[in-house]
């Protein structure tokens, strides 16, 4: 759906206005754009960091900056249908962002032909990255990444995400071309669309469906042994892609080979305890029951011992008994949980963070957004203004990466 918006109707707040705040030709780095960071040394090797949908570069910036300066060459594309309008993605495929991933890996070999090869996916990027490292594995012309980072993986959806392009077709009659999308909303953010095209829904689906498809085929033959380790970040919470998905159809299919699994755990302190709802609060026991895995198993949460004190208890491949480390930090008293999309943020994050640095700023900071009224006197509904979107603890899935990278 095109509709068109004169400079008088354009909103104040509104990304494709000119003298908008959140303009994003006017701000500091336009985040939109794929960028490259060279480490201040010789690089020790190299790192493709994959987006999430609606997404842009801009949220793996912070953790393409990090291991820049670990000495890592890190290139960031935009996935095509990205970082420009939302009907961009109407027109986009998921074998178009697998081309780009290949794309951009063939580049980042080309500038570092030595040295190790990593890969960081982000909620679609780490499907994106799953469906390429399979296909590594039958083709040798692709280079094989030595480790996969994910974090909030999008390895299964939600099932009205299957039937999406049933859901449009009635937007073929003009009167109802809006059934072409999930939601139409103010872009009030830079780097992030808000509306949601039903066609990119789909795509999503056919993407975690090949997934699955290229895990069938390696199983078979045999080659999925040699399939990189993965080291994945997945809140308990995750209203976007299904944490169970990661734990089944991800974990449980992945060869002995070095794997580990990261939950940040629900806001278990006995003063949010009484407001979880039955069903989360057992969530992590269903999911996760005591037994030998085949890869290391790491839960983020508050102590057992009660309080807000927050620990990582780690469970070894093979093992049952936990190693737990004291992470010196306090689970949020007005948090209850983290969210989809929180993990790759850190507070201080000037967009999305809760306490946003000072040094930035790109118009708007949407982490410190506490809006209180009635219910439907916005366009906008409550539930995505009060969604967590940063990681208090960051410096922990940060540390993760650098003994893994």
């Known amino acids: 759906m095109i509709e068109p918006v004169t400079a008088s109707g354009t909103a104040p707040y509104s990304r494709y206005a000119s003298d908008s705040p959140v303009y994003p030709g006017n701000l500091l780095r336009?985040?939109?754009?794929?960028?490259?960071?060279?480490?201040?040394?010789?690089?020790?090797g190299v790192v493709v960091l994959l987006h999430g949908l609606t997404d842009s570069p801009y949220s793996l910036r912070h953790i393409a900056q990090h291991l820049s300066e670990q000495g890592l060459l890190a290139l960031v594309p935009r996935m095509p249908g990205h970082g420009t309008v939302p009907a961009a993605l109407t027109a986009a495929h998921w074998e178009?962002?697998?081309?780009?991933t290949r794309l951009a890996v063939r580049e980042a070999r080309r500038q570092v032909p030595d040295g190790p090869l990593y890969m960081v996916g982000y909620s679609n990027g780490g499907a994106l990255a799953l469906r390429y490292s399979l296909a590594a594995l039958e083709d040798e012309r692709l280079a094989m990444p030595q480790r996969l980072v994910l974090i909030s993986p999008m390895i299964g959806v939600t099932s009205y995400a299957r039937y999406a392009g049933l859901a449009a077709l009635p937007a073929l009659l003009p009167a109802f071309a809006k059934s072409a999308w999930m939601n139409v909303l103010p872009e009030f953010n830079p780097f992030k669309?808000?509306?949601?095209?039903?066609?990119?829904a789909r795509q999503t689906y056919e993407l975690t469906s090949e997934v699955q498809s290229a895990f069938d085929a390696a199983e078979a033959d045999g080659r999925l042994s040699r399939l990189p380790p993965v080291l994945a970040f997945q809140s308990l919470a995750d209203s976007t892609v299904s944490t169970p998905a990661v734990v089944r159809h991800l974990f449980e299919r992945l060869p002995a080979n070095g794997s580990e699994l990261v939950i940040f755990d629900i806001n278990r302190s006995q003063a949010a305890s009484s407001l979880l709802r039955a069903d989360m609060s057992g969530l992590l026991e269903t999911l996760l029951p005591p037994a030998q895995r085949d890869y290391d198993l790491t839960v983020v949460g508050v102590a057992q011992s009660g309080g807000r004190q927050v620990e990582a208890r780690r469970i070894t491949a093979g093992e049952r008994e936990a190693r737990v480390t004291p992470l010196n930090v306090e689970y949020p008293s007005q948090l209850f949980s983290l969210s989809h999309v929180a993990l790759p943020f850190p507070t201080d994050d000037p967009l999305y963070g809760s306490e946003p640095t000072s040094e930035e700023f790109y118009g708007v900071a949407l982490g410190t957004l506490a809006p209180r009224g009635e219910h439907g006197v916005l366009v906008v509904g409550l539930d995505s203004l009060q969604r967590m979107t940063s990681n208090p603890f960051y410096a922990y899935l940060r540390e993760r990466i650098d003994e893994d990278l």
């Open 193 to 200: 669309y808000n509306s949601f095209p039903v066609h990119a």
């Open 30 to 44: 336009d985040w939109n754009r794929s960028f490259t960071l060279q480490p201040p040394g010789p690089a020790r």
């Open 96 to 100: 178009q962002w697998l081309a780009a």
